[in-house]
């Protein structure tokens, strides 16, 4: 029955020039999205990621031996130009607020609907191709779109959804005869305890 485990990217450089650069935090996150999978036995038969930077990046840093392989359908939407068009904001807490609202006027739009669409057909493509595991590192907001169509969550849900995403949670669904079933979304269990330090919303 194949498997599919979607990760949220480590954590990138909020406030940076560049934010597509992960930070120190974000490299090591995706270490140890790596090592806990392979302690729960995960060997995926297909490895893949968005092409973004941040993406791409916590994919190696999780060291898997299936070659990476890239498709821009797992990118981000442009969640700061969203932003950008409603305010400067300064805070995390801020930024998330900002996000929020920007993305309830968002929704509906042509520019939603496009990136819904790649992101169906995206996952769709992947388990028609898929016989064991895949893993791919991805983004929150693709995450919590994924979750949405399972779901059937309205906009709402998607932005409540999008607001609780760790960096490097897991997300896993298994397909079958009756279809795609979503059994975990953002699980963070591998930064608790001992490794409190990495847990990272932004």
């Given at each position: ?5 979607l ?5 990138a450089?909020?406030g ?16 140890h ?5 392979r302690r ?5 038969d297909?490895?893949?990621?968005g092409?973004?930077?941040?993406q791409?990046?916590?994919a190696?840093a ?7 392989q ?8 442009d ?12 805070t ?11 993305l309830?006027g ?14 169906t057909t995206?996952l ?33 849900g998607f932005?409540?959804v999008?607001?609780?995403?760790v ?8 397909h ?21 330090e990495?847990l990272?919303?932004?």
């Open positions: 029955m194949p498997l599919v485990y990760i949220r990217h480590g954590q450089s909020f940076a020039d560049d934010y597509d650069v992960l930070s120190a935090t974000g490299h090591l996150q995706g270490k999205v790596g090592a806990e999978l729960r036995g995960v060997v995926p297909q490895v893949w990621s092409t973004l930077r941040r791409r990046e916590t190696l999780a060291g898997f031996d299936a070659p990476l890239e498709d821009s359908r797992w990118n981000e939407f969640h700061l130009g969203l932003v950008r068009e409603i305010g400067e904001p300064v995390p807490r801020d930024f998330q607020l900002a996000l929020d609202k920007a309830r968002w929704i509906g739009s042509d520019g939603w609907r496009k990136f819904s669409e790649e992101v995206a769709t493509d992947l388990l028609a191709s898929l016989e064991g595991t895949a893993v791919v590192f991805t983004s929150g907001g693709v995450i919590a779109a994924v979750c949405a169509k399972l779901w059937g969550l309205d906009g709402e932005v409540a999008n607001r609780v995403a960096n490097g949670g897991m997300t896993k669904l298994v079958g005869r009756s279809g795609t079933s979503l059994v975990s979304y953002n699980d963070h269990a591998h930064f608790e305890g001992e490794h409190r990495l990272t919303y932004r």
